[in-house]
């Protein structure tokens, strides 16, 4: 490369001197470590939440139960934890791939800065139920918007940099930095819009199916484009580097990069496979998981085989061992998902514990592993020492992967145990275990052994804190190092290169060749549904919610009742038995935004109105274990303390209405007198079966009503 | 009720043109990868990780 330039034109060209920008990247190094540390710490405390309901309720603070804690523990894995993982990555190899420093260091403080301001948002919105609703994009929107900018502002640095390149060659790994970064613009952007009720209140702009396709778009690409294109960019550059050897196949790597950016987009509907979208979304969505499979064995072949001849270095040296851990679960895990998308391999996993023992091999064996490995090699980089302590690294090692292995198994486990049950059916043709409780209490000794996998991953990475900050303490800084290269100008060219080879240097073909190939996709996918909204035949009993429960729903997206509550029946006979009929689109067409759930850690909620009375849900919230013995759901005390909040009603309306939802102006004007009257009636009721008479404006009503009207405008449960 | 409202909207060509599409593209850049013309640029190329190294004086 440059070598070979030189000899071509070494008399015309150009020497520059540079230093590397190399304190951006030890800050992100830290603050990786750090929000690693809070984001397993949130998991394991939600690990134990659903092993043992009372760790919900520390004094039945609100703010620190499963349904609000679990949004802020993915939120902190995927964005705080491997976003400053990637950032760290990305511009350590970055300027060194193309022998330049970072396009503007004022940028780089900004992306930084921004981003931790963001996580702290996060952390000071989501646990007190400012939340969109939208699993892995629950951030409202204000927040939402100061991702878009500091994005941007990474995007510009990036480009910057190459810009400003002295290598004309662009790495593979920059191709998966690039498709990074565009991707990620195009999911979060399109998955977000949404109507702002207030500062912290917004409505989705999508609403049932179309909402639930948009976002399982995103929430699959989030996974695709957020925990593994970029993860596999510092795959091929830091497993190499480590190994001190190239990549097995250059090629191969290039075929890897394609084919995953281009089938990756297609593959969000296995997240839908049964329910109401349609049929044709559905096979789409399945085909393209299943064929994920070939791409990702290659680029896991790749990165082992990289490894070939430094075998004996992996058993001794931590990072090649956390590596090569992270590529053979990247491998199991890409394994794992393209079977869990064949249809009748869904139908039984599906809702069950097995999704997250899938996505922890991913994000722990793959993730948390690779960032491990990278963060060791970076430490003794950037602070120009050695390991602290191997022995604790190969400590930190076995407790993660014995940690892991227990989460995995255990999840297992419960899913095979789960779905079992839920799905036996007598000769009857009765359901075996029609009482879902049954179901729950069995798994409960699964949940105590994840519980305690957890914590071992937990401890492992405390571990590793204390090993990087002992090596760094006895390393030291040093910044702006003088280096040279030659300028890249008309004269680094190869006089006899061939076209195809100039291409290769131009990044913005590049990047606009891989934005089609992710618009393509998006684009077959998301438009014929998105609208069929018009084509959803309406059926004249499916009515908007009334303004009390819409009132009620929003404190159901508050609390994050999805993360434990589905919302969507299947057309299965065991479901149809247990739940109902199945869920249909038209029925989900005033859901803004949807609430479909992806985990029945509970029973399915989609046609749970008036199949108990109004008294059974107010003792039931009030504390489960009333109603049903051994029940592992949460209480939710302060929905009887805190009033009903009518004051953005009128706005809320008003929103939905913008959206098209059928109010009629008597609602929109008299929404607030229309939610009290109906809050009258079912206090009323309540108190007449022994609720106190002051009731009547507290946010357990509201929750009621909209629970008793989940699915009884068409599908009622006789 | 299922299939009365499915049947509206149901594209069975979809799936189909988008297999057709990506064979189409994973022949064009396997092809484009494979060319026997290009072993040496991407020999080369699987080398810039390490010419960080070289590249201080």
Known sequence: MSSTHSQNS???RRLETFSYDDQIVRWFVIATVIWGAVALLLGTTIAFQLAYWKVNGLGDLPWITFGRLRPLHTNAAIFAFCGNAIFAGIYYSTQRLLKTR???????????????????????????GFTQGKEYAELEWPIDIAIAGIWVVFAINFFGTLKVRRERHIYVAIWFYIATIITVAVLHIFNSLSLPVDFLKSYSVYAGVQDALVQWWYGHNAVAFFLTTPFLGLMYYFVPKAANRPVYSYRLSIIHFWSLVFIYIWAGPHHLLYTSLPEWAQTVGMVFSVSLWAPSWGGMI?????????????RTDPVLKLMATAVTFYGMSTFEGPLLSIKSVNAIAHYTDWIPGHVHAGT????????????????TKLWRTEIYSKKLAETQFWLATIGLVLYITS???????????????????KLVYPNFIETVVKIVPMYWVRAF?????????????????????????????KLEAYALDESSIEKNAKPHRKLEGLTLVF????????????????????????????????????????????????????????????????????????????EFIYDHPFQWGSKRTGPDLHRVGGKYPDMWHYRHM?????????????????????????????????????????????????????????????????????????????????????LQRLGTDYGRIK | MKSEVLSRFDMPSLPLIALILFVVVFIGYTWWTLKPSRKSYFEDASKLPFEDDKSKN
């Not at chain 1, 790749?302 to 992996?314: A, D, I, P, S």
């Not at chain 1, 590793?464 to 002992?470: H, R, S, T």
Request: one cysteine or more.
């Open chain 1, 453 to 481: 996998g957890g914590t071992f991953v937990f401890i492992s990475f405390i571990i590793m804190m204390y090993n990087l900050y002992m090596t760094a303490k006895k390393g030291s800084v040093v910044d702006g190092e």
């Open chain 1, 411 to 429: 999840m297992w486990a419960a899913a095979f145990t789960q779905s079992a049950m839920w799905r036996a059916i007598d000769e009857t043709g």
């Open chain 1, 511 to 586: 990047s606009v060749l891989s934005l089609l190939a992710i618009l393509v996709g998006s684009m077959i996918e998301l438009i014929p549904t998105i609208m069929s909204y018009n084509y959803v035949i309406q059926k004249a009993e499916v009515k908007p919610y009334t303004p009390l429960e819409i009132l009620g729903r929003d404190i159901y997206v508050r609390e994050g009742c999805y993360t434990c509550h589905s919302q969507t029946i299947r057309p299965m006979a065991h479901e149809v038995l247990r739940y109902g009929k199945p869920s249909e689109a038209f």
């Open chain 1, 10 to 12: 070494s008399l015309t």
């Open chain 1, 102 to 128: 970072l396009f503007s260091d004022a940028l780089s403080r900004i992306h930084f800065w921004g981003w931790q301001l963001i996580i702290v948002a996060a952390a000071l919105t989501l646990p007190f």
């Open chain 1, 364 to 379: 722990i064996g793959w993730n948390y592993m690779l960032t491990a490995g990278v963060l060791y090699f970076l430490v």
């Open chain 1, 302 to 314: 790749n990165g082992l085989l990289t490894l070939r001849g430094v075998w004996n270095k992996v």
């Open chain 1, 622 to 706: 009030w504390d489960p274990r009333e109603v049903v013995q051994g029940s592992i759901m949460p209480r939710y005390k302060w929905l009887f303390n805190s009033k009903i909040n009518y004051n953005t009603l009128p706005k809320k309306l008003e929103v939905m209405a913008t959206f098209g939802v059928p109010y009629s102006p008597e609602e929109l004007q008299n929404g607030v007198a229309l939610a009290e009257a109906q809050a009258k009636t079912i206090t009323e009721g309540l108190v007449k079966s022994g609720a106190p008479s002051d009731v009547g404006n507290k946010e357990i009503v509201a929750l009621i009503a909209y």
